[in-house]
């Protein structure tokens, strides 16, 4: 046996993990050759320098510390004015109310489409035309009329309001102001309808996988999903844009798991103002109506007709403003993480 | 008392005591892996919140295929890895004219800082660990994960297979790899032996 073969015996060997012929080869071998047996005696002392290294003992208050971290990620996560408060009390009193809080859900700001649709990098979006918030259809038309992109800037939102429930004492962000919420359906004249919508990116380790993922998640939890586009960004890293059209009450738990696919970052949160959209649909259904009487009194039927057929027009684009309001669009930007 | 595995459910369903049960249960043993890969303090406990953190967004790839320590060790190698990484890149060579030294064909290592301490002060430390320790430091992040592993962490080459997502028989070649390249460096030195 010559000692080039035996070194590389020598560090499974002092860790018994050579076997029971190699193990004969490397006592004999050392028995008769002073050099292989020094280099196993350095080798088995550096081990044991490094072995006997002092670790101080971790310090206390870690805990305290990662779920600050995680709160403090707020910004990076999905914001959402329904996970701040949610209605099943069971669920906030479950622990610390809940994932969605220790991650963070957090009203970050409401931005201007303008912003939205850089943070997105929808190729989709041109300038002037809202972003994706409408799909094409009769709702596109109605915007056409009346004129969309007026939303404001406000200021940020704290997102938990106060709760009896709520524990989670490192959670800093209260505040009672909220914004009203949307009631689909209702027509009250000082009624504020908004269809609301969230984007993150996240980087994820594999897109295909993810992307999967997100397309499983959807369906579990019955929300509509479309792939949007796979462009390329300048660095040339694979990416996927998911949008899904979710349940308000199921929102806060489909953000909760998108938000364990990989590192979120780059979130917005926008609300696009309906008010003015749904007001109008409301008086044309109304100027309908009264012509609809008028030409029933007159007996004229083919003018009621034709006024019917316009009304249901204008109902199903009620109704499809009423779906948009119900309902909460996230947008998922996948970017794969590629390793260097 | 719930077992590992019922902890991480908990903590998927929302539940985040049961996280913070988990992180009560590894903290020494993170941060003593995280210690013995940064080499102090201050930066062994910010690594170990990003470990914990790095954990929990990805407590939904645990699949229960290893125990949820071994599983926990990889996350924690992993952080730190990127994180030895992230270093190495941003340290500049002083002096470009010095030649890299190449060590055992593919080790490109000069850039980082050689403690090189004087015979005196190493008599005078009351450790040889932590001598011994910054040349583990100079190592190649593979390298010196495989040694801090089994050296520093005493785990099985089975455990370490299951962390790096390898073979025993890579656990084998590479730890005898590392432990000769870091024999030699030490040896290089002529101070010790
Ligand atoms: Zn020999």
């Known amino acids: ?340 | 008392m719930y077992t590992d595995e019922q902890l991480v459910k908990k903590s998927l369903k929302g539940d985040v005591a049961a996280f913070e049960e988990l992180v009560l249960r590894y903290q020494n043993k993170v941060y003593a892996l995280a210690y013995r890969y940064m080499g102090n303090e201050e930066d062994a406990y910010d690594i170990t919140q990003e470990i914990f953190l790095k954990a929990f967004r990805s407590l939904r790839t645990f699949k229960g295929n290893s125990s949820f320590g071994t599983w926990l060790y990889r996350v924690a190698t992993n952080v730190c890895l990127d994180e030895l990484r992230r270093r190495k890149r941003r340290v500049i060579p002083l002096s470009l004219d010095e030649p890299l030294a190449t060590e055992d064909g593919d080790e490109l290592e000069k850039d980082i800082i050689d403690p090189s301490p004087g015979a005196d002060i190493i008599y005078e430390r009351r450790e040889f660990s932590e001598y011994i320790w910054t040349f583990l430091n100079q190592m190649k992040p593979e390298h010196k994960t495989i040694i801090v592993l089994r050296d520093m962490m005493d785990l099985s080459y089975e455990e370490i297979a299951q962390i790096l997502n390898c073979s025993v028989g890579t656990v084998k070649s590479r730890l005898n790899r590392a432990r000769n390249i870091l024999r030699k460096k030490i040896e290089e030195k002529e101070l010790l032996f």
């Not at chain 1, 993990?17 to 350095?42: I, Q």
């Open chain 1, 1 to 340: 046996m010559r000692c080039n073969q035996i070194k590389d015996l020598l560090s499974p060997y002092m860790d018994g993990m050579t076997n029971e012929k190699e193990n004969r080869l490397v006592k004999e071998h050392l028995a008769e050759c002073p050099s292989c047996r020094e280099e196993l005696e350095r080798m088995q002392f550096i081990a044991l320098c490094l072995n006997k290294m002092e670790v101080p003992p971790c310090p206390e208050g870690l805990v305290l510390d990662v779920r600050k971290r995680i709160v403090e990620e707020k910004n990076k996560v999905f914001s959402l004015r329904e996970a701040a408060k949610p209605k099943r009390q069971g669920w906030m009193a479950a622990g610390i109310a809940g994932i969605a809080l220790l991650i963070g859900i957090y009203i970050n700001s409401i931005l201007p489409v303008e912003n939205i649709a850089f943070l997105w990098r929808d190729k989709d979006s041109e300038a002037g035309k809202n972003v994706a918030i409408v799909g094409k259809g009769p709702l596109d038309r109605i915007m056409g009329i009346t004129g969309i992109g007026k939303e404001e800037k406000r200021v940020a939102q704290a997102p938990f309001t106060e709760d009896e429930d709520n524990d989670g004492g490192n959670v800093a962000v209260t505040d009672k102001e909220t914004v009203k919420p949307a009631v689909p359906g209702k027509k009250s004249a000082g009624g504020i309808y908004v269809a609301e919508q969230l984007a993150a990116q996240i980087k994820v380790g594999d897109i295909d996988k993810s992307t999967q993922e997100v397309i499983k998640l959807a369906q579990a939890s019955g929300a509509e999903y479309k792939i949007v586009d796979s462009m390329q960004p300048l660095s040339g890293e694979a990416t996927k844009t998911i949008e899904l059209a979710v349940e308000k009450d199921k929102a806060d738990s489909i953000i909760q798991q998108l938000s364990l696919l990989g590192e979120v970052s780059d979130t917005s949160r926008n609300q696009v103002s309906l008010t003015e959209q749904y007001n109008k649909v409301q008086e044309e259904i109304n100027i309908l109506n009264e012509k609809i009487a008028q030409a029933e009194k007159e007996g004229n039927a083919e003018a009621k007709a034709d006024l019917e057929k316009k009304l249901q027009e204008l109902n199903g684009v009620k109704n499809d403003i009423e779906g948009k309001m119900a309902k909460i669009t996230l947008k998922v930007y996948l970017v794969e993480n590629v390793k260097p």
